[in-house]
């Protein structure tokens, strides 16, 4: 599955002036339909095709795609595709090439500029919070992973517990139950500092937390802060009985109702940094390509599926909506399909954090919004 390591790989994939040919494709859940994956990949690559034989275009150029639709047909022929999609970033000109597989479907397209296109890729990962899920009563714990709708077991750990207490032997009935507490307590330590450590190294999410109900508040009480603010949600469930399909129903709402939050709660913050009207908050495409222009972008929010045609300079980072020519330095500009994805690259370039809004919210009317850090200076 893919990793923030790609990711970051891919974001810095360049042409160098050759095209670099961005492809995605759909890869069906029924299995009858994926065998067709070659097919599906083709008729992306009939755009290609023409370009690959037109005269008029540079020979290191055609030559360059002929190589990196071989390369995919190559890769879709042997490669084991999971349902979902599959991106492809290729320009094998200059011996470039990725294959990702993506744990959603997106829609097949294909793009060729100088740099990647990125935007269904960050869109899909960011839909994905990784969740950890622990199933605890007083004397196990077992934990798995949950991202992109995969659970993967990871941990289990036991405790020690009271054997079946014989009431008529030495211990009186109150110490009986004094110790089994104390264990059980001392098993809810040991499993929150398991847990301390797995969100250490892994940097979850979220959390979600199950088991008996009467036992639950007490395992709770047993986290530390830290990790007491990362429960998304807690549910009811038999940790002797319970299976991944039973996990999956009880997290799924979960996850959901986590990220539809965390979307609600940075569109609420982005859109009072406009209305406080301070210059900390900007709202539409063309505001906010000035503001990635200028580095300002501290969180932007754009919304999903939108796409906007715009220019971007070939020599410095002005980015617009429209112009042949920079502002700032004046050379010449190049027109692109999605100028949301140049956005998109440019923010996340310095270190500014990017979200795809699905929700229907403000943010669907303007497209863009951004909060900044610095007021920004007049446009050229
Ligand atoms: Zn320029």
Known sequence: ??????????????????????????????????????????????????????????????????????????????????????????????????????????QDRVVLDETPWVRPMLA????????????????????????????????????????KPNYAATMAEDRVHHKAEELAREHYRHTAAELAQLHEADGYDLLAVGGHRAELPQFLDALPRGL??????????DPHTVDRGTIKQKVEPIVARYMRDVDLRLVGEVLESVARGRGFGVLGVADCLWAATVKAVETLLVQDGAMVAGVACTNCSW?????????????????TEDILDELTRAVIDESGSVRHVQEDTDIAEHLAAASLRFPLPPVP
């Open 1 to 106: 599955m893919i990793t923030a390591e790609i990711v970051h790989r891919i974001l810095r994939l360049r042409g160098d002036g050759l095209p670099l040919v961005s492809v995605y494709v759909r890869v069906p859940t029924d299995p009858t339909d994926r065998a067709d994956l070659p097919g599906r990949l083709n008729s992306v690559l009939d755009q290609v095709e023409p370009m690959a034989e037109d005269k008029s275009l540079d020979r290191a150029a055609r030559l360059s795609l002929r190589g990196d639709m071989e390369r995919m047909r190559e890769e879709v022929r042997t490669e084991r595709w999971r349902p979902g999609a599959v991106a492809f970033f290729s320009c094998s000109a200059r011996d470039v090439f990725e294959a990702v597989q993506l744990p959603r479907a997106v």
């Open 124 to 163: 899909v990962l960011e839909e994905y919070a990784r969740c950890c899920v622990v199933v605890v009563d007083r004397a196990r714990a077992r934990v798995w992973e949950w991202f992109a709708d995969e659970i993967e077991p990871i941990a289990a750990l036991s405790d020690r517990t009271m054997r």
């Open 228 to 237: 007491r603010k990362r429960v998304a949600g807690t549910f009811t469930v």
């Open 319 to 335: 980015l617009g909506t429209s112009g042949d020519t920079c502002p700032l330095c004046e050379h010449a500009t190049r027109h």
